[in-house]
């Protein structure tokens, strides 16, 4: 298995390139993106390769990166897609751009390589959904948490709205029914204090102030 070159590039093709290593010429195919990327003829050049060995020949594929031979290695598992066409594929969408189609299930982005119909495009997007591995396309990512200050402010918050709650509805039940017409059944500082109760329940729903009871769940 050749997994890699690196070498002199020696010559450059419209579909590959030949890497002089130690005096031997390889040949070998590649994307049109990673073919721009070779710089010119007789510059030192690296670059990853994939080897597919059939009766009547073996092929020496060539990638600018690890993504990018990911992605060729998946495409040619899907049915009716050879190294010629992958390659295609490649020149036309990068492999994150390849991922998005895919996880879109956009048939027509695929579509606009050379030599890909729309039923094989339709094969592939369906074939290749999830096997691409590039992160962020399946759905929003969760919302990441404040840490342990949110929580206390949050947990003071929720008590401190119970509290006042609490608070309301005690001068509600205990305080208000004894206070129905003040001048009529009750003597005014029992009125009063059942006044200052319902201003204690209001003032507690609006301050600000921190009170050591708002630590408490209810």
């Given at each position: 298995m050749i997994a890699?070159?690196?070498?002199?590039?020696?010559?450059?093709?419209?579909?590959?390139?030949?890497?002089?290593?130690?005096?031997?010429?390889?040949?070998?195919?590649?994307?049109?993106?990673?073919l721009d990327a070779l710089g010119?003829?007789?510059?030192?050049?690296?670059?990853l390769t994939e080897l597919q060995v059939r009766e009547d020949a073996w092929t020496l594929f060539g990638f600018g990166s690890a993504a990018e031979r990911d992605s060729f290695r998946a495409l040619t598992s899907v049915q009716g897609v050879g190294g010629k066409v992958a390659l295609a594929i490649l020149s036309a969408l990068a492999p994150d751009e390849l991922a998005r189609a895919v996880a879109q299930d956009d048939k027509a982005m695929i579509g606009r390589a050379n030599g890909?119909?729309?039923k094989l495009a339709a094969r592939i997007a369906n074939e290749l959904q999830?096997?691409?591995?590039v992160t962020g396309l399946g759905g929003a990512a969760p919302t990441p948490r404040a840490g342990a200050a949110a929580d206390a402010l949050a947990g003071v918050l929720y008590t401190r709205y119970h509290v006042s709650m609490f608070a309301l509805a005690a001068v509600i039940?205990?305080?208000?029914?004894?206070t129905w017409l003040f001048t009529e059944r009750l003597s005014l500082p029992r009125a009063a204090l059942a006044m200052s109760a319902?201003?204690?329940?209001?003032?507690?729903?609006?301050?600000?102030?921190?009170n050591p009871f708002l630590y408490f769940q209810f």
């Open positions: 890699r070159l690196s070498g002199i590039l020696a010559e450059l093709t419209a579909d590959g390139a030949v890497i002089d290593v130690a005096g031997v010429g390889y040949q070998i195919h590649a994307s049109a993106r990673t010119p003829i007789g510059g030192e050049v690296l670059i890909v119909g729309p999830g096997k691409l591995g039940v205990f305080a208000l029914p004894n319902l201003g204690l329940a209001v003032l507690l729903m609006w301050t600000q102030t921190v």
